[in-house]
Structure formats: C-alpha cells, structure tokens
C-alpha cells in the first residue's frame, strides 16, 4: 500500500502527480476463501479490513453486487452520533464513535471526519420531556449529550429560526458534541484500500445468486454472477437487500425494506456549522465540505427496491427546513436520490449468528446505519472469527423478537419510519 | 408519487392513502397454542419480497377503507387492488400478466 503523507503528497505535487498507484487491486475471484463477505459497503469493507487485521483471517474476499460504497454507503446523510436511550445501544454506537475518532489514523485514510456536533430539536412539551430524558439516560451510560434552551440553541447554531411565531417552535434541544459528520465514500475507499493492503480481494460487479449448503446444513459456498465460490464462512451485510439474500438460505428475518431519500442544494459558502435534527418536523440538515446542504428526512411510507421514492416526501422535508432556516427559502436544490433502509420492529439492528451455521448476518440498521460503520463492521468481524458474538451485539440477536428481549429505539431513531 | 387505485373509488394519488403492510397475515384462531417461534413469525417476520408483493392500503382521506394491491417492489408498478376478504389474484389476472 502506497503510504499517504504530507512528504508524499508534497512528492507527487512535485513531480506531476503521475506516481499515484490504485488504492487497490481488481482481482478475479479464486474458487475458494476462507470467508466471503457477501456486500462491498463501508459496513462489508470493514469487516472483511478488521477480519483480517484482528484476526488474522486474510484469505477472504467481498463481494459487491455494482461498485463498492455505491450503495447505502453513498447515499445517507453522514451523520455520527451515539446519543440512543438504551444501554445496550448507547454502548453499541459509542463503540462506533470511539473507532470513528481514530479512523482516519488507523486506515491512513482521511475521512473527514468532523465532531461539529448534532443538535436534536424539541417543539413540543412531550419532545422536551423525551429528549431530557434521553440526556439524563445518555450521562448515565457515559455518552455526552446535554439539553440546551432556545436561545443557547442559536447560539450554537446561528441559522437557526427560534420565533415563537413557528407553526412547531423551538422550545430547546438536545446536543451531542461528539457527534458530526465524515465523508461517506472515503470510509468506502479507506477501508477497501486498508483490507485489500491485507491481501483481501474485493469483487466489484460480483452478484450472489445463490448460497450453498452441505448436507449438515451448513453453508459451502456461494453462487455469483462471475462463478461459484466454495467458502465455510458467509457474513451478509448486504443492507436493504439482505431479506433477498437471506432468502437464499431459507433465513426468514424481521425485516422491512423501504426507500429513504435526501436531497443537495447548489453549493455554498459556509453558512452552517453542525448537524440540526428534528423527528417531529422531519428533517435533518448538515453542509457539507463542498459546500452543499444535505438533507432528510423519513422514509417513503411503502416498502420498495427502487432507491427512489415520491417527490413529495422531499417537498415535506423542505417545508420543514424553510420553516427553521428562512434564509434558505430561495436557495436552489440540485440532486435528490434514495436509498433501501432494511427496518427492524424495534429500530435497533441485528449482527448475529443465523440458526444456519457458518452464515452471519449484519442488517436492520434502518435508517441510521452510516453512524455505526466501524462499530457494525468490527462486530460482524468478532462474530465470525470467533464464532460467537461480542458482549457489545451480543444483544442484538434474531432470537430477542422470538425471546422478548426488544431493543426499543423507535424514540431516538432521529426520523419516524 | 403513485397513483393507486382504490377498488372503492377510483384512481387517487398516494398522499390520500396509508400504508398497511404486507397483507393476508390471518390472527391466529387458536392465540394459547402458538409457541414462541409461531408467534414471532405472526408478528414480526415478513417477507419483504423483491417483486410482486401483497400489501394492505387504506384510503384515509377517502372511503377510509382497508383494501389490498400487489405492487412490483421492484418497479412500484400496481399490478391490481382488491377488496379486503377477496383472495390474491392469480398472477395471470395482473396488470401485464405473469409478475
């Protein structure tokens, strides 16, 4: 792997940028790995990158369906946060956040990763009442997340319309200064670069057909597109589209599969500081280093597969932005686009082992599943090297809706879906 | 936005209605014999098809009716509406036959 520093860069500059190598390999896939990981997104990058740095398991390879990061990964809104009410998911995320914090280090790889802070609006009595309860629970849990009035609010966020003339005013927030944002496809393209330095092989334009069992039950490979694979260790992390290739093991799930949309404007000078949320008015706001403000908001109300969605979700998105930031009533949007967001009843994600052994899956992180990259990513990894789950996911099982045991975060998921 | 066809009244757009779901999942007529797994199949496993998929609708700014499509969740594509009770069409009674 060719290192980056300021000497290289200063190097290449010097000489015509034409020293740059690819960040990594196009190799035609063996007959057989160690283990595959059947989705290319930051979530199956970085699996397979912590499956073979902390395990040690190198012979593996992913498989990506089009190009990797080309999926959910470059398509959500980039925003990291940790500030979910239960503990078994404040440590989760957080666990995700304490990777983020380090990531661009560790993979030699800058993320522009940005702790800008994500303010989370209240306008209503019972928001105010959930939100500082979600505070005092976050403390509790040793997450950072503290309630600010309307006017601190503002100050944190200038932009922000506080008039108590608002249709749904501003009665305060909850804010998480840890939280922010990165840019999603260098978490791609970093942890590709760092796994296939690793010796993974990455597979673009690889789709599975099919997943292969032995007569114990247990899975012996896999069916592509460009061959069939012989491997005894599948992780699926496949996103929206895990139902479908779950289905190829006969792995029913609680899963459903719905559009999510966001929208760009033209780009802009800096005129927003951090991330602003509301659950109640659906939207959520950030600028991008480019300049763009990037928007969301809720998920379309049907399920769908077709990364596309009504242009009236988005109109309602920005009925609520205009109503926040008036400034922005004439600015222009250039791009809007969705993605497939894999629900789960209770919100909260699975990464467990499946009742097919040798099969692992990683899913259900519905709307929210950018925040949790490297944490889901070195999850899944623990869960197949070692076949059992880390204490951290141990929670997040299949079983817990056959068990009872249901994570509710339909609360602190920041959209209603 | 879809224009769904409700069997009720005719074609109206998306924002009058809401969505219900994968459709035909029967309560269980005998609820103290499930077990644990048969429960969680009723309640929460579904099967999120890539294609032709049978969903409830209501018309709530309408008749306020339940009723169900088959919809191609591959294309959103409404291959029929039918009223709630009624079985799910065969694939040849779809809009553009086999789905």
Known sequence: MQKFSAFSLLREGLSGQRGWQAQWRSPEPKRAYDAVIIGGGGHGLGAAYYLAKEHGLTNIAVLEKGWIGGGNTGRNTTIIRSNYLFQESSTLYDHAMKLWENLSQSLNYNVMFSQRGVLMLAHTVHDVQVFKRHVHANRVNGVDNEWLTPEEAKDFCPPLNIEPGMRYPVLGGALQRRGGTARHDAVAWGYARAADALGVDIIQNCEVTGIRRDASGAVSGVETTRGPISTRKIGVSAAGHTSVVMGMAGVRLPLESYPLQALVSEPIKPVFPCVVMSNTIHAYISQSDKGELVIGAGTDIYTSYTQRGGLHVNAHTLDAICELFPQFRRMRMLRNWGGIVDVTPDRSPIIAKTPVPGLYVNCGWGTGGFKATPGAAHLLAWTMAKDEPHPINAPFTIERFRDGYLIDEAAAAAVAH | ?99
Not at chain 2, 20 to 38: E, S, V
Not at chain 2, 72 to 93: M, N
């Open chain 2, 1 to 99: 936005m879809l224009l769904i066809t409700c069997p009720y009244c005719g074609p109206r757009p998306e924002l009058e209605f809401a969505y219900g779901g994968q459709a035909h999942i029967a309560r269980p007529q005998q609820p103290a014999d499930l077990n644990d797994d048969a429960w969680a199949e009723h309640l929460y496993m579904r099967d999120n098809a890539k294609g032709a998929h049978a969903e409830r609708w209501r018309h709530t700014h309408g008749c306020a009716r339940f009723f169900n499509a088959v919809r191609d969740t591959g294309s959103d594509r409404i291959l029929a509406t039918y009223e709630t009770g009624t079985p799910r069409p065969a694939a040849g009674d779809l809009v553009g036959g086999a789905a």
